[in-house]
């Protein structure tokens, strides 16, 4: 699976857009990019994910290059509870299993 | 909360003890992970059943370390031995997998502390 690289840590002002980037030149044409989030002590909790196409769920939205290097996943309104680890993989989908290989991450901090 | 359910969440042990932890995952995911977490790290991953039969295994798996899931339902994850440096939060994760593949939910772990 491709290797992710992710800033170590933003602040957010609350309520505002969180643009949280990621980049990840050596994906391959069959690899997704996946977010997870982890809200401290908690287990990691999906977010959302992507192969080509800009995708938009209720948590979040996912905007792919049209090189697939590099993404950015936005909180359209951050606030108090979005405050946590968010990772970025970018994994092939297979059938196989999920196993997901976690980097370092970025923690983000909304300040109010 | 996700449905996962880990006990116990917490556990401190002497070095030289064996442990032993629970994962119960959504009733209808036939698939099962677990993950360790060390202090600002994030999750690796460590072992993977389908339905009862363990797939995969990472090489952070030492012989001290096994796993079980005897009737596709609940599994166990045990520590023989432990050391100072198993300290982790240890996650348990379930998916649906197949043609109504579902993402991974994760439990809330359980913190195992090595004195």
């Known amino acids: 699976d491709a290797k992710t690289t992710q800033p170590t840590s933003m602040d957010c002002a609350e309520g505002r857009a969180a643009n949280l980037p990621c980049n990840h030149s050596?994906?391959?044409?069959?690899?997704?990019v996946y977010w997870y989030r982890q809200i401290h002590s908690q287990g990691p909790q999906y977010i959302i994910h992507?192969?080509?196409n800009n995708e938009t769920n209720e948590m979040a939205s996912l905007i792919i290059t049209e090189d697939r290097k590099s993404s950015t996943l936005i909180l359209p309104h951050a606030t108090l509870r979005d405050t946590a680890v968010y990772y970025c993989?970018?994994?092939?989908?297979?059938?196989?299993?999920?196993?997901?290989?976690f980097g370092g991450g970025t923690r983000l901090m909304v300040k109010p | 909360d996700t449905g996962v359910s880990q006990d116990p969440r917490h556990k401190i042990t002497k070095r030289g003890q064996n442990v032993t932890f629970r994962c119960d995952p959504i009733?209808?995911?036939?698939?099962l992970y677990w993950y360790r977490q060390t202090l600002g790290q994030g999750p690796e991953f460590l072992t993977y059943?389908?339905?009862?039969?363990?797939?995969?295994k990472s090489r952070l798996l030492s012989d001290r370390f096994s796993a079980e899931r005897p009737k596709g339902s609940f599994s166990t994850l045990e520590i023989q031995r432990t050391e100072q440096g198993d300290s982790a939060m240890y996650l348990c994760?379930?998916?649906?997998?197949?043609?109504?593949?579902?993402?991974?939910?994760f439990g809330q772990g359980t913190r195992l502390t090595v004195v």
């Open positions: 993989i970018v994994r092939v989908d297979r059938n196989a299993g999920n196993m997901l290989t």
């Open positions: 050596t994906i391959s044409g069959n690899e997704y």
């Open positions: 992507g192969l080509k």
């Open positions: 009733s209808e995911h036939n698939r």
């Open positions: 059943f389908q339905n009862e039969a363990q797939l995969e």
């Open positions: 994760a379930s998916n649906r997998g197949g043609a109504l593949n579902t993402e991974a939910f």
